[in-house]
T-cell receptor, first 114, second 112 residues
């Protein structure tokens, strides 16, 4: 496809379960971002990759959150031992170059932790 | 008129009128600004961007104005249509930085 693709679209987890969220960026895009969006709020930065290198993970809320992009294309955001406060929409975005300005977003994964 | 809904200020306009959505940004070191539109259940969609060396930029039916003196950004939508109904976010990037920081958002409702 031509856009950023995220899967699953919806994820329901029991508290304490581990989850993995996938992002397929636009082909050839160097930069990849993960954002978290709570209901009624703007997206909040989580982490940033340039190719396979994770250059900024300052937004990850705790060490339960882990992201990877091993081949510089597809990325996975993993949340271990999910908590209710992790319930949110997780958005992935990519941009063509290194200067990280115009981001193209996927539709997100809506995570609900029960 | 304007009202505060669930964490979001709301702007209601009549179809065909012009809309103005405002945004106050926080960091005087920001050198790039961007507006996104987000419809329910979708990711943010790019509308228009502007660099800090400009004070106005026009697109198709949209204009962004930047006032660096008071750290204010606005999005003007001409001849607002029902399809413009969405939440609008402004975002800023600090010069030399690597991420966009988003504002709270404004809900635009277009009344027929």
């Amino acid at each position: 496809g031509a856009g950023v693709s995220q899967s699953p679209r919806y994820k329901v987890a029991k508290r304490g379960q581990d989850v993995a969220l996938r992002c397929d960026p636009i082909s050839g895009h160097v930069s990849l971002f993960w954002y978290q969006q709570a209901l009624g709020q703007g997206p909040e930065f989580l982490t940033y990759f340039q190719n396979e290198a994770q250059l900024d993970k300052s937004g990850l809320p705790s060490d339960r959150f882990f992201a990877e992009r091993p081949e510089g294309s597809v990325s996975t955001l993993k949340i271990q031992r999910t908590q209710q406060e992790d319930s949110a929409v997780y958005l992935c975005a990519s941009s063509l170059g290194e200067f990280n300005e115009k981001l193209f977003f996927g539709s997100g994964t809506q995570l609900s932790v029960l | 008129g304007e009202s505060v809904g669930l964490h979001l200020p709301t702007l209601s306009v009549q179809e065909g009128d012009n809309s103005i959505i405002n945004c106050a940004y926080s960091n005087s070191a920001s050198d790039y600004f961007i507006w996104y539109k987000q419809e329910s259940g979708k990711g943010p969609q790019f509308i228009i961007d502007i660099r800090s060396n400009m004070d106005k930029r026009q697109g198709q039916r949209v204009t962004v104005l930047l006032n660096k003196t008071v750290k204010h950004l606005s999005l003007q939508i001409a001849a607002t249509q029902p399809g413009d109904s969405a939440v609008y976010f402004c975002a800023e990037k600090v010069g030399g930085g690597n991420k966009l920081t988003f504002g709270t958002g404004t809900q635009l409702k277009v009344e027929l």
